[in-house]
């Protein structure tokens, strides 16, 4: 049995560059059905990002996604804004370029979205102040250290004007099953299964998350949720007093 006590280490298999490029074309297909049924991505966005664009439609908007994967969401997104007439301009980064070569082709009749191999902190070291209206992301910070989600997060609100919005998954054992129960019927011939299950493991629980957020100055702005279906969100609305470069944590 797993220890659930502490964060995992171990690298999910889609990470690795000599994976199968085929399970990892299916395993990003896959999210866009993950995104839907099994995250709050779409409410959050919708309650958050939308709603925020409504109250100006006449307004360019720009926002950020970090780990975009196959740009499910942001096409999403981009076809909500396209039938409300709200101009938005989505920038993708994903670090892996096998990654962004599959979302290439998808993005190709959204020129609204512009797709980038890109890290994220180096993005964000050179961006100055509040230079995103809205900067999110979805299932990212399992994949870094403790002290690089907490640089990464000071980045974030260094350089987002109105909202941002991070969300992640939970560890904890209840999740781990319901998640794997569920994955095992619907999720096949893919990374998604055993890599959602290690991706749980790598998480943050709730009370982790919050002490984070708690005891770093450069963190005290931000707020920490629950979200079902078992997801952290780390939120903030930008203020414009915030013009400190956040330092790197160490």
């Not at 395993?27 to 709050?40: A, M």
């Not at 100006?56 to 997104?77: F, V």
């Not at 770093?216 to 930008?238: I, R, T, Y």
Request: glycine content about 4%.
């Amino acid at each position: 049995m797993f220890d659930f006590a502490q964060r995992s280490t171990e690298p999910e298999l889609m990470d690795c560059p000599d994976s199968s490029g085929q399970l990892l074309s299916q395993t990003l297909r896959q999210f866009e059905w993950i995104n839907r049924y099994l995250t709050p991505s779409h409410r959050l966005l919708r309650r958050n990002v939308l709603k925020r664009m409504r109250a100006e439609p006449s307004r360019d908007w720009t926002m950020l996604d970090i780990g975009s994967g196959g740009c499910d969401l942001a096409i999403w997104l981009i076809g909500l804004c396209r039938q409300e007439r709200i101009s938005l301009v989505i920038t993708c980064i994903d670090h892996d370029t096998r990654v962004v070569e599959f979302a290439r082709q998808l993005v190709k009749p959204y020129p609204e979205i512009i797709l980038l191999q890109a890290d994220a902190t180096i993005l964000l070291a050179d961006s100055p102040p509040q230079h995103w209206d809205f900067i999110f992301s979805n299932h990212l910070l399992h994949h870094l250290t403790t002290p690089d989600v907490i640089h990464l997060l000071r980045q974030v609100v260094f350089a987002c004007r109105v909202q941002c919005i991070m969300s992640d998954l939970v560890r904890s054992r209840l999740n781990y099953f319901l998640y794997s129960a569920c994955a095992k019927l619907l999720l096949r011939h893919s990374f998604a299964y055993e890599d959602g299950r290690l991706s749980i493991r790598r998480s943050l629980t709730l009370e982790e998350a919050s002490r984070l957020v708690a005891e770093d100055p450069g963190l005290k702005s931000l707020c920490v949720q629950s979200m079902f279906p078992g997801h952290l969100v780390f939120s903030k609305p930008a203020s414009s007093r915030l013009f400190c470069r956040p330092e790197p944590s160490s």
